[in-house]
């Protein structure tokens, strides 16, 4: 998330509110590493051309800022939730929080369409915690497509929660479904999980769906690529059809408008959108000399200094887990992240990487969407990512608010 004591908008940038009927296909370019939304259709997937990934950054401009409507002690919410934001520094809105909250805390639809780290998430958080002060039995539930962007939602609606007695629930794979059957029993207003692990607890009649007036869909097109569309058509069937519905997506494609048109009434569309790739973010490739080892290129690269935090990508969860091992054979401080760690342990890596504890994070494209991860130097693709989508959700990870970062791309 952009720093709300400044600005929050990137120069350059470009906010409206309008319909955006762009749905970018033209730059999902598929390799043979993974297959895209057509190649799963049986179409031939592409392959990303080099040049995609070389792109020097562009030096911080003096430009017009986005000048926003509101202060956060503007909103129409309680006084409480306004202390709370406060006291976290935020003063100016970023322009996705400027012109969503208004529209929630009116009750609308909303479509919101933003590159990542541009504050979406509390564009919702803070409406919502209006919401529910203002009605002790309201029930939210917030869809998100990784466990840890459904932690990090979380962390972020108990910081604007504050010492409010209002309460939380993360229901995700990889933890005690127990435990958290137990915590939805207790009693809590807001719901933060991923589409199977909901749709799981729906099925066995944990989760009454039909006791929940607002849902948000994050990252929706994230959740399209993972596969979730079942899932997901299988909550919004149980949900009330007298409901607010929200979605956020970084993309908005034929499946995405399907999906708006399927699940909500009459939206609002908010387009923030900076570009395809990061301004901010110097990318370039890296060539495999002939006879030198793809591994030991990468062990040179890290062992100079201004490799100080990386997040690696990797294509499987088997070659992450083996790379990030051979890495720690060679010295170096790595952990590493993937569908087959359990949560704890993918949530105890992330932690550590997040604090600097460690100097690299290995990765499947679990990481690749809505995490807030600060000072990352350099992102690098190990293995090629599938889509050009992908590409740029992976580098958005360095580069973030007014820092530069660093996108390597390894081309065998």
């Given at each position: 998330?952009?720093?709300?004591?400044?600005?929050?908008?990137?120069p350059g940038a470009s906010s409206s509110i309008r319909r955006n009927d762009n749905h970018g296909r033209g730059?999902?370019?598929?390799?043979?590493?993974?297959?895209?939304?057509?190649?799963?259709?049986?179409?031939?997937?592409?392959?990303?051309?080099?040049?995609?990934?070389?792109?020097?950054?562009?030096?911080?401009?003096?430009?017009?800022?986005?000048?926003?409507?509101?202060?956060?002690?503007?909103?129409?919410?309680?006084?409480?939730?306004?202390?709370?934001v406060i006291r976290k520094g935020y003063i100016t809105p970023t322009p996705i929080q400027d012109q969503t909250?208004?529209?929630?805390?009116?009750?609308?639809?909303?479509?919101?369409?933003?590159?990542?780290?541009?504050?979406?998430?509390?564009?919702?958080?803070?409406?919502?915690?209006?919401?529910?002060?203002?009605?002790?039995?309201?029930?939210?539930?917030?869809?998100?497509?990784?466990?840890?962007?459904?932690?990090?939602?979380?962390?972020?609606?108990?910081?604007?929660?504050?010492?409010?007695?209002?309460?939380?629930?993360?229901?995700?794979?990889?933890?005690?479904?127990?435990?958290?059957?137990?915590?939805?029993?207790?009693?809590?207003?807001?719901?933060?999980?991923?589409?199977?692990?909901?749709?799981?607890?729906?099925?066995?009649?944990?989760?009454?769906?039909?006791?929940?007036?607002?849902?948000?869909?994050?990252?929706?097109?994230?959740?399209?690529?993972?596969?979730?569309?079942?899932?997901?058509?299988?909550?919004?069937?149980?949900?009330?059809?007298?409901?607010?519905?929200?979605?956020?997506?970084?993309?908005?494609?034929?499946?995405?408008?399907?999906?708006?048109?399927?699940?909500?009434?009459?939206?609002?569309?908010?387009?923030?959108?900076?570009?395809?790739?990061?301004?901010?973010?110097?990318?370039?490739?890296?060539?495999?000399?002939?006879?030198?080892?793809?591994?030991?290129?990468?062990?040179?690269?890290?062992?100079?200094?201004?490799?100080?935090?990386?997040?690696?990508?990797?294509?499987?969860?088997?070659?992450?887990?083996?790379?990030?091992?051979?890495?720690?054979?060679?010295?170096?401080?790595?952990?590493?992240?993937?569908?087959?760690?359990?949560?704890?342990?993918?949530?105890?890596?992330?932690?550590?990487?997040?604090?600097?504890?460690?100097?690299?994070?290995?990765?499947?494209?679990?990481?690749?969407?809505?995490?807030?991860?600060?000072?990352?130097?350099?992102?690098?693709?190990?293995?090629?990512?599938?889509?050009?989508?992908?590409?740029?959700?992976?580098?958005?990870?360095?580069?973030?608010?007014?820092?530069?970062?660093?996108?390597?791309?390894?081309?065998?």
């Amino acid at each position: 998330m952009f720093n709300n004591k400044h600005q929050g908008q990137r120069p350059g940038a470009s906010s409206s509110i309008r319909r955006n009927d762009n749905h970018g296909r033209g730059k999902r370019i598929a390799t043979h590493k993974r297959p895209s939304q057509g190649a799963r259709r049986g179409f031939a997937p592409a392959t990303i051309h080099a040049s995609k990934f070389i792109k020097k950054a562009e030096p911080l401009r003096e430009e017009a800022p986005y000048m926003p409507v509101h202060q956060f002690k503007d909103f129409a919410v309680r006084d409480e939730i306004k202390n709370n934001v406060i006291r976290k520094g935020y003063i100016t809105p970023t322009p996705i929080q400027d012109q969503t909250i208004p529209l929630v805390l009116e009750g609308h639809d909303v479509v919101g369409i933003a590159n990542t780290g541009t504050g979406k998430t509390a564009a919702f958080l803070i409406p919502l915690l209006h919401k529910i002060l203002n009605n002790p039995k309201e029930k939210i539930l917030v869809v998100a497509p990784t466990r840890e962007l459904a932690d990090q939602i979380n962390a972020e609606f108990i910081t604007f929660r504050g010492a409010l007695r209002i309460y939380s629930v993360v229901c995700v794979g990889g933890a005690s479904i127990g435990n958290q059957i137990s915590n939805i029993k207790r009693g809590s207003n807001l719901i933060v999980g991923t589409p199977g692990r909901l749709k799981d607890l729906t099925e066995r009649g944990a989760l009454k769906l039909g006791d929940f007036r607002t849902i948000v869909l994050d990252e929706a097109d994230r959740m399209l690529d993972m596969g979730f569309v079942k899932d997901m058509r299988a909550i919004m069937a149980r949900m009330s059809p007298e409901r607010q519905t929200l979605l956020f997506s970084a993309t908005i494609t034929s499946e995405i408008d399907g999906l708006i048109k399927e699940f909500q009434k009459d939206p609002i569309r908010i387009s923030v959108k900076n570009g395809e790739t990061s301004q901010n973010v110097d990318q370039d490739i890296v060539k495999i000399p002939q006879g030198q080892a793809k591994f030991e290129v990468l062990h040179r690269l890290l062992c100079t200094t201004e490799f100080s935090k990386v997040l690696i990508f990797g294509r499987t969860k088997y070659g992450v887990e083996k790379l990030s091992k051979a890495l720690v054979q060679k010295g170096l401080k790595s952990e590493s992240i993937h569908g087959n760690k359990t949560q704890n342990n993918r949530q105890r890596a992330l932690t550590l990487f997040k604090e600097s504890r460690i100097q690299i994070l290995v990765a499947t494209d679990v990481a690749a969407r809505g995490l807030d991860i600060p000072n990352v130097s350099h992102v690098i693709n190990y293995d090629a990512p599938a889509t050009y989508e992908d590409y740029v959700h992976r580098i958005g990870r360095t580069g973030r608010g007014d820092k530069t970062g660093k996108a390597l791309t390894f081309i065998d």
